[in-house]
């Protein structure tokens, strides 16, 4: 036996044991953690602190006083508020525009039985490998033709388009993995395809479009190309554009209120994702064994 | 039965809208787009048929080929850390954490789905020199060194952007390649452990080429969405100094929306899209290559 497989040989047999192996493991971990997460926690620090104190005090200090009204004039000076509700309101219809018309085309393509289904699908995969770019010229025309620029309705409808190759893509192999005789039982039954797709379709993908959905959801919501292309009024910016922006709303930068901002955008992002972190990981696991 | 999965007045009720939008917001424009390549002008002055001026135009830019340049070589280095960083720490998840790796892989998994704008803004003031030194800096003159203006230069800043990348991504790559590793059969490892396959060796000439597949398949997500990198550079840099850090992706977005060329700008987006077309197929076509011979190998 080599010297490098005994420590293993060893924990298997007694795994309270410590063993340079395991100190090795430990430190590296250990480490691992502490790059993840230091940013976030000089982030938050720096949140709470006055100008003053940023700029002259040592850069790892706590603040002396916790500046709660950092995230007050983050949230209202800084147009922050507004954001949000742009951000909510160019995301949700589209992720639910999105899920619906893409769930349907899934089942379509997947369960039932037609000629030039293969392609369709094709024609759909093939539209995952074109980047945004090339879309935002004729994009832009149409909506300024259009009169659209300057309203949420390129959001949601570019959104909408942009997420929809994927989501089809994911969903047709979401119902490969539903039994064929599950659907033809319920037509022997006497149920219409449309019937089958609502009662029995949706239910047993219910999970597959809630991993989707989170999917969907982030990348629209962490998006700045389209958000930056198509409007450029600042009452109409989403969260991700007033964030980019914020230093120059003040002139000279106000660090509080900008680092309260950040805060803002990465911690409610992350208690999203603690609410829900579970499902995200098991679908992108075997989301990665289908695709 | 045949009739009614086969029901024509459902089939175009449920797939009807979904192939509407996407004919209407992505086919048609990308041959608009491909027309556009012919003319020149912008919404406001019209448009004038420009014959091949644009692609004359885009042989001889040499802040095209300079972009581009970047664009290849932000996609190599990125790649190359991205999937090797997520690798070790999938090997780490399931070697070495086993069951206990479910807090690290959390932990390690945050920075993915956080806005690239904000880890931007994040990682500005971490690297920042003025108006006060950021934590980096900060750290080095406590180790007795100089602060460096690490945005300011191109080198610098370039790493800068590629430690971000790693940061960011890692957590991504780590799960979906933990995802091919649980598949490995345990006897499979546990039969080479025993005729004497240590750490290294195991790694080697086991674990790899048993989890090639999704190596590559995480090396193909990785280019493509490197290659397109846009956010974080507008974020972290705006491109500079100069222009030493705009990739293909912004450079056409500033010729478009900045210099209101749109004919040029389609042109140069169609430029990305041949690119990373390319790059796609040939990483593919040696993937195959590489499965077949590690394979042969293996009998």
Same mark, same amino acid.
């Given at each position: ?45 720096s ?21 709660w009204?950092?995230y ?27 899920l ?54 390129p959001?949601?409808l ?14 047709a192999?979401?119902f ?16 219409s395809m449309l ?10 993908v219910?999970?597959?479009i ?6 969907q ?5 962490n ?12 009452d109409l ?7 980019l ?21 990465v ?25 | 039965?045949?009739?009614?999965l ?7 009720l ?10 209407a ?19 406001l ?9 644009n ?8 802040? $095209? ?15 190359v850390?991205?999937?090797?960083a ?9 070697f070495a ?11 390690c998994?945050?920075?993915v ?54 940061w960011?991504?890692?957590?991504? $790559? ?15 490892i546990? %039969? ?5 396959a ?32 846009f ?8 491109g ?27 042109t ?8 990373? $077309? ?7 076509? %040696?993937?195959?290559?590489?499965i077949?011979?590690s394979?042969?190998?293996k009998k």
């Amino acid at each position: 036996m080599t010297a490098a497989t005994a420590p293993v040989v060893r924990r298997r047999r007694r795994s309270s044991r410590v063993t340079p192996g395991k100190i090795i493991i430990w430190v590296l971990t250990a480490l691992l953690i502490f790059v993840m997460a230091a940013p976030m926690v000089w982030l938050l620090i720096s949140s709470f602190k006055t100008q003053n104190e940023f700029l002259t005090g040592g850069i790892f200090d706590l603040p002396a006083q916790w500046q709660w009204n950092n995230y007050f004039e983050a949230w209202v000076t800084g147009n922050f508020a507004t954001n949000v509700r742009n951000s909510v309101i160019a995301t949700l219809p589209s992720l639910f525009l999105l899920l619906l018309i893409g769930v349907a085309a899934g089942f379509v393509l997947e369960v039932m039985v037609w000629k030039g289904r293969n392609t369709t699908l094709l024609l759909f995969l093939a539209g995952i490998m074109v980047p945004g770019q090339m879309l935002l010229v004729p994009l832009f025309i149409s909506y300024f033709r259009l009169g659209l620029t300057e309203t949420y309705w390129p959001f949601i409808l570019t959104y909408t388009a942009m997420g929809l190759p994927l989501t089809v893509f994911m969903m047709a192999a979401y119902f490969r993995s539903v039994p064929r005789e599950v659907f033809e039982a319920a037509t022997i039954d006497g149920a219409s395809m449309l019937r089958s797709f609502w009662a029995i379709g949706i239910p047993m993908v219910s999970n597959a479009i809630v991993t989707l959905g989170l999917v969907q959801f982030f990348s629209i919501w962490n998006d700045l190309l389209v958000a930056l292309t198509f409007v450029t009024n600042p009452d109409l910016a989403t969260i991700q554009v007033g964030l980019l922006n914020f230093s120059g709303e003040y002139g000279a930068t106000n660090y509080g209120p900008l680092f309260a901002a950040i805060c803002l955008n990465v911690f409610g992002t992350l208690i999203v994702f603690l609410m829900l972190s579970k499902k995200i990981m098991a679908g992108m696991a075997s989301g990665a064994i289908k695709g | 039965m045949r009739s009614v999965l086969g029901d024509r007045k459902t089939i175009i009720l449920l797939l009807a809208p979904a192939l509407l939008f996407y004919t209407a917001i992505k086919v048609v424009p990308i041959f608009w787009s491909l027309g556009l390549t012919f003319f020149e002008g912008n919404v406001l002055r019209g448009f004038t048929p420009a014959g091949f001026a644009n692609f004359t135009r885009l042989i001889g830019d040499s802040n $095209f080929w300079e972009s581009l340049t970047f664009s290849f070589r932000y996609a190599a280095v990125a790649t190359v850390l991205q999937v090797s960083a997520g690798y070790l720490l999938a090997l780490l998840y399931v070697f070495a954490l086993k069951r206990s790796s479910v807090i690290v892989r959390t932990i390690c998994f945050f920075p993915v789905i956080l806005p690239t704008v904000a880890v931007a803004q994040l990682f500005k003031r971490l690297f920042a020199i003025n108006p006060q030194p950021g934590p980096v800096n900060a750290l080095i003159e406590f180790f007795g060194g100089q602060s460096i203006d690490w945005l300011g230069d191109a080198t610098t800043a370039f790493w800068v952007f590629m430690i971000m990348d790693v940061w960011k991504s890692m957590g991504f $790559f780590a799960v979906l390649l933990f995802a091919g590793l649980v598949d490995i059969p345990e006897e499979l490892i546990e %039969s080479a452990r025993i005729d004497g396959a240590n750490g290294l060796r195991l790694v080697r000439h086991m674990i790899i080429p048993l989890s090639l597949p999704v190596l590559l398949a995480a090396v193909v997500f990785a280019i493509n969405s490197t290659f397109k990198v846009f956010d974080s550079v507008i974020a972290l840099t705006n491109g500079g100094p100069g222009n030493d850090t705009t990739p293909l992706t912004l450079y056409m977005f500033r010729t478009t929306f900045t210099y209101n060329e749109y004919g040029y700008g389609s042109t140069l987006a169609l430029a990305l899209t041949v690119v990373a $077309f390319l790059i796609t197929i040939l990483v593919f076509r %040696s993937s195959r290559r590489d499965i077949t011979a590690s394979g042969g190998a293996k009998k």
